[in-house]
C-alpha cells in the first residue's frame, strides 16, 4: 500500500511537469532522494519513470481527440485530410529524435543523467524562454494555425526536440516550445503541436524500456505501475487544459524564472551530494 501512494505521487508530479515546460527529470530527481520505493528493483524503477508516461498520453488523446483522430464516422464516413496532413507533421517531426533516442539513449543516460548536467539544462533554457518572448514582444507569430505549419518547420522543431533527448533536464515540451517560438509559431500552436509530438514519442519511449525490462511483472509491480499511469493521467488533464487557457493571455517567461530557480536548487543539491561523498 505504501508503494502506490508513493506511486500516485510520482504520477502527480509526472502529470504537472510533463506537460509544462518545467522538466519532469529536475523534479525527478530531488523526490527520488526522499521518496524512494521499498523492495522494488533498480531495473523496475528505471523502467517505471518512463512508462508512467503513458498516462500523461492517454489525457492527450481524450481531450485532443476530435484533432487528433483521423476518421469521420458520423453523416458521411470518410477520412479527414487535415487530420492525416498533421499526422504526417508529427512523425516528421519524431524522426530526428527517435534516430538519435534508439541510438544512443544507454550513453546519453551514462553520461548526462546526473544533477550538475540536469541542473545546467534547466538554467540554460529558464534563461532561453525569457530571452525569447522578450524578443516576441515586439513580433507577431508568422504560424498562428495548425494548418499553416509546414513540414519543414515541422522537422525544425523535432531537431529542438533532440536537445531534450540528449540532455535530461531540458524537458521535451520545454525544447519543442523554444523552438516553436524561435521558429514564428504562436504559443497556442505551439503548446498544441508539443503535446501532438507526445503520444508517438512516450508511446515509443515507453514500448521500449518494458522491452528491456521484460513483460513479466508482479503483481506489487503491477499495481505500482498503474497507480501511477492513473494519476499521472488525472493529473495531466487538469495541467494541459491550464496551459492552453494560461498561454491564451500570457507568455511562458514565469515558466523560464522558475526553472531557474529549480536549476539553483538542484546544483546546490548536487554541489552538497559530491562533497559529502569527498
Given amino acids: 500500500m505504501l508503494n502506490i501512494l508513493k506511486s500516485l505521487l510520482f504520477g502527480i508530479i509526472e502529470g504537472i511537469t510533463e506537460w509544462l515546460p518545467i522538466s519532469s527529470t529536475g523534479h525527478l530527481i530531488i523526490i527520488e532522494n526522499f521518496v524512494k520505493f521499498d523492495?522494488?528493483?533498480?531495473?523496475?524503477?528505471?523502467m517505471f519513470q518512463v512508462v508512467i508516461q503513458l498516462g500523461a498520453i492517454?489525457?492527450?488523446?481524450?481531450?485532443?481527440?476530435?484533432?487528433?483522430?483521423?476518421?469521420?464516422?458520423?453523416?458521411?464516413?470518410?477520412?479527414?485530410?487535415?487530420?492525416?496532413?498533421?499526422?504526417?507533421?508529427?512523425l516528421v517531426a519524431?524522426?530526428?529524435?527517435?534516430?538519435?533516442?534508439?541510438?544512443?539513449d544507454d550513453i546519453f543516460n551514462?553520461?548526462?543523467?546526473?544533477?550538475?548536467?540536469?541542473?545546467?539544462?534547466?538554467?540554460?533554457?529558464?534563461?532561453?524562454?525569457?530571452?525569447v518572448?522578450?524578443?516576441?514582444?515586439?513580433?507577431?507569430?508568422?504560424?498562428a494555425s495548425l494548418n499553416v505549419l509546414s513540414y519543414k518547420t515541422a522537422l525544425m522543431i523535432g531537431i529542438f526536440q533532440v536537445i531534450a533527448a540528449v540532455?535530461?533536464?531540458t524537458s521535451r515540451s520545454g525544447a519543442t516550445i523554444v523552438g516553436a517560438l524561435l521558429l514564428g509559431v504562436s504559443r497556442t500552436v505551439a503548446a498544441e503541436f508539443t503535446f501532438f509530438l507526445a503520444i508517438?514519442?512516450?508511446?515509443?519511449?515507453?514500448?521500449?524500456?518494458?522491452?528491456?525490462?521484460?513483460?513479466?511483472?508482479?503483481s506489487t509491480e503491477t499495481a505500482v505501475l498503474l497507480a501511477g499511469m492513473l494519476s499521472a493521467f488525472v493529473v495531466s488533464l487538469i495541467c494541459i487544459r491550464f496551459l492552453m487557457n494560461?498561454?491564451?493571455?500570457?507568455?511562458?517567461?514565469?515558466?523560464?524564472?522558475?526553472?531557474i530557480g529549480l536549476g539553483v536548487i538542484v546544483l546546490i543539491y548536487a554541489v552538497l551530494q559530491a562533497s559529502a561523498i569527498v
Fill in 94 to 104: 519524431c524522426v530526428p529524435a527517435a534516430i538519435i533516442g534508439l541510438l544512443f
Fill in 246 to 259: 494560461y498561454v491564451k493571455k500570457h507568455d511562458f517567461k514565469v515558466f523560464g524564472w522558475y526553472r
Fill in 133 to 143: 518572448e522578450n524578443k516576441n514582444k515586439t513580433r507577431s507569430p508568422k504560424i
Fill in 39 to 46: 523492495d522494488i528493483s533498480d531495473g523496475f524503477w528505471d
Fill in 167 to 169: 540532455f535530461p533536464g
Fill in 110 to 131: 551514462k553520461y548526462f543523467y546526473n544533477s550538475f548536467s540536469v541542473s545546467i539544462a534547466l538554467i540554460v533554457f529558464g534563461i532561453a524562454f525569457i530571452i
Fill in 58 to 90: 492517454l489525457a492527450v488523446v481524450v481531450l485532443f481527440w476530435n484533432k487528433i483522430f483521423p476518421f469521420e464516422l458520423k453523416h458521411t464516413p470518410h477520412i479527414k485530410k487535415e487530420t492525416l496532413n498533421l499526422w504526417g507533421k508529427i
Fill in 200 to 218: 508517438p514519442v512516450m508511446f515509443g519511449a515507453s514500448l521500449l524500456k518494458i522491452c528491456k525490462f521484460g513483460f513479466s511483472f508482479t
